[in-house]
């Protein structure tokens, strides 16, 4: 029998210990695919990695291909610029096969628009009215200038990215990313004054013209999204969400694309098009704009995972790196001009794209502060979403 003095003590709740902390969230693989790295280290994830290849494929392959399509629609006498709009957004139903599929074979335990706030639907919507006139921008320029001189001239839209991300998303400048965009500045001043003659078979030079500053629109307009981009895809939590957002995106764009096209008689046109005016026959018209539906889907797609994955401005660059191949596919495909104006602008452009490379490797081996801080961001938003 224990005494009085022998019993053990009653701790007092000072003195007590406090209570474990809890477990971190178990299904966090689940929706971190956006993580590159988490605070304490810079090593991507596996996930991570195969998402931001997978992204600039699509970027890869859907720019080449659309810049090509859509030049080979007018070529063959495609004449319709809503046409040649409308094509650029109506392939959003085929978002629908990454949103459900994951979900109908148990791949993911995610639910398709969870967490899709009517913020998020708004501001989607907003940008879908943006894209509507990039898109319409793009069409001009395309349907007056070659592939090659309209690809190098959309590599302005650098310029306008650095300094809209500086002010909508505090980008850092810095000597690899501003000499990144003063050469690719100068790749496009020296195109527009020495190649102005360079005008496909009856285009004015007044038509030239029109195509040059509607382009060059189109890229300020893009420049804008990129960086808006990046900061609404702050309140987002996994890549899921940024394919919902395009397809939300994709439809508003499609809708005013739609209406446009219908008070403007672009349908009546199109069935002319394909019966009677393009040069290769109605089968040969219906796939070339199938074509443009899938590419151009792939593009924007690749684009958008691209901004989410890295920074508005990474994209930027990317996207201009695949310019050079633009321009040398519009000269094997089309026979395009390659004078020595366009040589050099390419030259200058594939410069500027290996100093910002060589700018973000100097940048990791410092330790990626910027990239750190974003991680640590992106743990605390999975953090406050579960």
Known sequence: MMTPSSQ???MSP??????PPPPPPTNTDE???IISSSPSSQKPTKRYMVLLVLNYMLLFVGSLASSLLAKFYFIHNGSSRWVSTWVQCAGFPILIIPIVLPYMFE???RKPFKKFTKRLILLSM????????????????TSY???STSSLLLSSQLVFTLILSCLIVKQKITFNNLNCVILLTISSVLLALISSHDHPEGVTKRMYFIGYFCTIGAGLLF????????????????YEMVVEMQFVMEFTTTVIATIAMAAAGGFKEMKRE????????HNMYWLTVMGNIISWQVCFMGTAGMVFLTTSLTGGVCMTALLALNVIGGVLVYGDNFSGPKAVSTVICAWGFCSYVYGLYVNREKGGTDEKNRAKEMTQILIDEH
């Open 14 to 19: 000072v003195h007590q210990a406090p209570p």
């Open 274 to 281: 394909s019966m009677v005016e393009y040069d290769l026959g």
């Open 107 to 109: 791949l993911s335990p």
């Open 8 to 10: 053990p003590k009653k």
């Open 31 to 33: 929706i971190m695919p």
């Open 126 to 141: 907003i940008i879908g009215v943006l894209f509507f006139l990039n898109n319409f921008l793009i069409s001009w320029g």
């Open 223 to 238: 420049s804008l999204y990129l960086p808006l981009m990046e900061k609404i895809y702050r309140e987002v939590y996994c």
């Open 145 to 147: 200038l070659p592939v």
